[in-house]
């Protein structure tokens, strides 16, 4: 863990190095900008690539990017905890193994989470938003207490009715109030 941390640590700091030093320009670092006009100023207002070599739970990977293992949370959404076997844990872990296990992915930096793990929106290969998907899929809640983005309340809302996923039980427990037990 420690290791990670420091690794994750260097990786950072030689990114903002390199970039400070004005060694490369915005498109050599990151594969596909957002804005490719405005100068690099901030880390979240870039999607970098990365292969994803781990998947750790419903909402959290690993991936490798420049040689360095890096975890990635997955923002705005909470899947059901693969730890205490809550309902819907292990398909939450599968669903998105079977979305990007293996891929390039792209990845929006938000922030850092209290666990030192990239709080990130992602794309697989083929486009697609993961974090709404496993919303739209029922293995996930909008996590409403980090996320005030109203479409995943409504891809929420969507999968409820439908009946999608966890939303197949009676009464499906938050894992934020699984951790709680």
Excluded at 76 to 86: A, T, V
Excluded at 140 to 157: I, R, V
Aim: aromatic fraction near 10%; charge should be positive.
């Amino acid at each position: 863990m420690k290791n990670k941390t420091i690794k994750s640590a260097l990786f950072i700091c030689s990114l903002l190095v390199f970039i400070q030093c004005g060694q490369a320009n915005a498109n050599q670092i990151f594969d596909n900008p957002i804005n490719s006009s405005s100068q690099i100023s901030h880390l979240d207002s870039r999607k970098f690539t990365a292969k994803v070599i781990r998947i750790v739970d419903g909402d959290t990977l690993e991936v490798l990017f420049h040689d360095l293992p890096v975890m990635i949370r997955l923002a705005h959404i909470d899947c059901p905890e693969k730890r205490g076997s809550q309902p819907y844990g292990n398909a939450a872990k599968k669903a998105l193994s079977d979305l990007c296990f293996g891929q390039e992915i792209q990845f929006e930096f938000n922030e850092k989470d209290r666990n030192g793990r990239y709080v990130c929106v992602i794309y697989n290969s083929d486009g697609v938003n993961l974090n709404k998907e496993m919303v739209r899929r029922g293995m996930a809640w909008h996590f409403k207490k980090y996320s005030e983005d109203e479409s995943y309340a409504e891809l929420e809302k969507e999968a409820r009715k439908n009946k999608v996923g966890l939303w197949q039980e009676p009464n499906p427990v938050a894992p934020w109030d699984w951790r709680k037990k």
